[in-house]
């Protein structure tokens, strides 16, 4: 079946890039036509969704961090990817990659696949 | 962006017991409501989609209604694999929010 899995530093300086890869196995990301998103969970906090992708390459931003945003995917890969600059320690978080459902076709319905999640921590 | 509110926070429960959880959205939004279980240091897990349509897979004994700003999630008979947290999500617009979550921990 379908799986999705986070990699990426576990550190991230402030100031800097953040890095994440999601490898989708199980099946080509680029075969249905189905979105495919990033969310974060700070510790202890709630879920915060910050950008989904189409397979062709058309991207959807949580405005309150478009600025800082860039998702993007590699079909020849099975990969989609996040970078978030000027990273803070307000970045600190789990970060989920996932897959929209099909249910309508739009970038901002529910996640029906997750990952495991990737701590990602922002610290000197 | 629309906001999501849940309650409540935390409930305390026993095994069997009928549990109820609401989700409010700032304004409407259809029926497009999800809701998600999470249990400590795992992803979230989709139950219910479209506010009532249950996920493949997820027992029976959840169940989900409402339309508009106000929605429930019900779990019929509590079972021990149930003690989590829940969000709610609303698929309406963009961008997606979530809701703070409620957390289900036993009486």
């Known amino acids: 079946q379908l799986q999705l899995q986070e990699s990426g530093p576990g550190l991230v300086k402030p100031s800097e890039t953040l890095s994440l890869t999601c490898t989708v196995s199980g099946g080509s990301i680029s075969s249905s036509s189905y979105y495919w998103g990033w969310i974060r969970q700070p510790p202890g906090k709630g879920l915060e969704w910050i950008g989904s992708?189409?397979?062709?390459?058309?991207?959807y931003y949580n405005p309150s961090l478009k600025s800082r945003v860039t998702i993007s995917v590699d079909t020849s890969k099975n990969q989609f990817s996040l970078k978030l600059s000027s990273v803070t320690a307000a970045d600190t978080a789990v970060y989920y990659c996932?897959?929209?459902?099909?249910?309508?076709?739009?970038?901002?319905?529910?996640?029906?696949?997750w990952g495991q999640g990737t701590m990602v921590t922002v610290s000197s | 962006d629309i906001q999501m509110t849940q309650s409540p926070s935390s409930v305390s429960a026993s095994v069997g017991d009928r549990v109820t959880i609401t989700c409010q959205a700032s304004?409407?939004?259809?029926?497009?409501l999800a809701w998600y279980q999470q249990k400590p240091g795992k992803a979230p897990k989709l139950l219910i989609y479209a506010a009532s349509s249950l996920q493949s897979g997820v027992p029976s004994r959840f169940s989900g209604s409402g339309s508009g700003t106000d929605f429930t999630l019900t779990i019929s008979s509590l079972q021990p694999e149930d003690f989590a947290t829940y969000y709610c999500q609303q698929a309406n617009s963009f961008p997606p929010t979530f809701g703070p979550g409620t957390k289900v921990d036993i009486k």
């Open positions: 992708i189409y397979y062709s390459g058309s991207t």
């Open positions: 996932a897959r929209v459902t099909m249910v309508r076709g739009v970038p901002f319905d529910a996640f029906d696949i």
């Open positions: 304004q409407g939004i259809s029926s497009w």
